[in-house]
C-alpha cells in the first residue's frame, strides 16, 4: 500500500475556526485553478473521485481535509484564479488561504501543483509570497507533463528549479504526470518526510 491509499475525506472547512483542533500534522495541496490539483490528489490516493475534478476552475470554494490515520491529513485548499464567483468571496478565500498557510502550526509543508506548460504565474509567485515567510518547506508538482516532449518538460523543470533557487532554500520540484502516474513515488518520498520529521531542514532540497 502507497502512502497516500489510506486516505478518506474527513471534513470540509469554510472558517479557519473550524480547522480540526485534534490535528497532529498536515500537508497542504495547493494550485492554480485547473493546473490538475484534484487528478493529483486522486491519483496518488489511487481513486477515481476522492478529490473533486471539475471541467469548470474554481469549483473547490472551501479547504477539504482528507485523513490518512494517526491525527494526519491532507488539505486540499481551494483553487486560485478562473473562478467565476462575486468579489466578495473571492476575498473570503484570499484571506481563508493566505491566513491557513500562514497562521496553521500544524502545517509541516506545501505541496504547490502548476501546470508544466504553465508554470510560475503571477498567481503562483503570489501564493509563495504568502507561504514563503514561514520557513516550511514547498514541493512543487509540474503537471501534465505526459502533454510535454521530453526537451520541453526538462526545459520547463530547470526553469522552476532556478526560480526557486532565487526564492527558498527548502524546496523541491519534479515532474508529474496524472494520466500516465508518474513521479508518484518521490511524492511519496517527500510528504512522508514532512509527516514523520516535520518537514526540511534549513537548506535541504530533494530534486526530482
Known amino acids: 500500500m502507497n502512502f497516500f491509499q489510506p486516505a478518506v ?25 485547473n493546473a490538475g490539483k484534484s487528478s493529483a490528489i ?88 504568502w507561504f514563503l515567510p514561514t520557513g516550511k518547506p514547498v514541493h512543487c ?6 502533454k510535454l516532449n521530453r526537451s520541453d518538460a526538462v526545459s520547463a523543470l530547470r526553469l522552476v528549479q532556478e526560480e526557486f533557487e532565487k526564492l527558498s532554500p527548502a524546496y523541491s520540484v519534479q515532474l508529474f504526470s496524472s494520466l500516465k502516474k508518474q513521479g508518484m513515488s518521490e511524492v511519496e518520498a517527500v510528504v512522508s518526510q514532512w509527516f514523520e520529521q516535520g518537514g526540511l531542514a534549513e537548506g535541504e532540497k530533494n530534486l526530482g
Request: without cysteine; positive net charge.
Open 141 to 146: 508538482l509540474l503537471t501534465k507533463s505526459d
Open 42 to 129: 486522486n491519483t496518488l490516493a489511487n481513486r477515481t473521485r476522492l478529490a473533486f475534478v471539475s471541467k469548470t476552475p474554481g469549483r473547490t470554494q472551501h479547504i477539504n481535509y482528507f485523513s490518512l490515520g494517526d491525527e494526519r491529513y491532507l488539505v486540499d485548499l481551494p483553487g486560485y484564479g478562473f473562478a467565476k464567483v462575486p468579489n466578495a468571496i473571492k476575498d473570503h478565500w484570499r484571506g481563508l488561504l493566505g491566513d491557513y498557510l500562514t497562521l496553521r502550526p500544524q502545517l509541516r509543508g506545501l505541496v504547490l501543483i502548476m501546470d508544466s506548460r504553465h508554470p510560475m504565474t503571477d498567481l503562483d509567485k503570489i501564493m509563495l509570497q
Open 9 to 33: 475525506f474527513y471534513t470540509t472547512v469554510n472558517h479557519l475556526r473550524d480547522l480540526p483542533a485534534q490535528s497532529r500534522a498536515e500537508v497542504a495541496f495547493a494550485g492554480r485553478s
